[in-house]
T-cell receptor
Framework: NAGVMQNPRHLVRRRGQEARLRCSPM?????VYWYRQLPEEGLKFMVYLQKENIIDESGMPKERFSAEFPKEGPSILRIQQVVRGDSAAYFC??????????????????FGSGTQLSVL | SQQGEEDPQALSIQEGENATMNCSYKTSINNLQWYRQNSGRGLVHLILIRSNEREKHSGRLRVTLDTSKKSSSLLITASRAADTASYFC?????????FGKGTKLTVNP
């Protein structure tokens, strides 16, 4: 039973290019979460998606960032016209169902190994 | 702003010693969790303690929670080199976990 799969592990982009980060949740999981980790910082919530729906994008920058989780295929975090400040580790997590049903979602949250984005 | 703040930022100990990390938070919580992150990897859930619990054990891990002081501690006993990692506390239910900046633990063989 494979865990949460993210690719690529490392992504290098020049300023102004687009970055596309992929996340395949664990088998049977229908909820995906994206977090960003700046150097020497903790993870910060970006967006929560279910299949074909964005549930909460309150942590997403207003411009250049978008996320989707199509009916088929992985979830994609897309960053347009990248800037040096976008350099960070981007982590995806998945859970089997609506976390609010559980008293403690954290026990149901499984993280991928992350994509390290470097903007030159 | 960060909900959880870990202390110390970095800790270096010898194998076999105990490691204690602290976490303070600002608002009321339903539960608090501790995660480990090995260098360049994702987070692994270690233990969760609910707001009505004061202490919880899992193997070599012991977590305490003091809601009056809004603080928690993680104790790793008889540390091993493999425990070298960053440790984060996290609060918040639902999908929006709020993480602290972490404690970087180095266990020297």
């Amino acid at each position: 039973n494979a865990g949460v799969m993210q690719n690529p592990r490392h992504l290098v982009r020049r300023r102004g290019q687009e970055a596309r980060l992929r996340c395949s949740p664990m088998k049977g999981h229908s909820h995906v979460y994206w977090y960003r980790q700046l150097p020497e910082e903790g993870l910060k919530f970006m967006v929560y998606l279910q299949k074909e729906n964005i549930i909460d994008e309150s942590g997403m920058p207003k411009e250049r960032f978008s996320a989707e989780f199509p009916k088929e295929g992985p979830s994609i975090l897309r960053i347009q016209q990248v800037v040096r400040g976008d350099s960070a580790a981007y982590f995806c997590a998945s859970s089997p169902e609506d976390g609010t049903y559980y008293y403690s979602l954290g026990e149901k949250l499984f993280f991928g190994s992350g994509t390290q984005l470097s903007v030159l | 702003s960060q909900q959880g703040e870990e202390d110390p930022q970095a800790l270096s100990i010898q194998e076999g010693e105990n490691a204690t990390m602290n976490c303070s938070y600002k608002t009321s919580i339903n539960n608090l969790q501790w995660y480990r992150q090995n260098s360049g990897r994702g987070l692994v859930h270690l233990i969760l303690i609910r707001s009505n619990e004061r202490e919880k054990h899992s193997g070599r891990l012991r977590v305490t929670l003091d809601t009056s002081k809004k603080s928690s501690s993680l104790l790793i006993t008889a540390s091993r080199a493999a425990d070298t990692a960053s440790y984060f506390c996290a609060t918040g239910g639902s999908e929006k976990l709020v993480f602290g900046k972490g404690t970087k633990l180095t266990v020297n063989p």
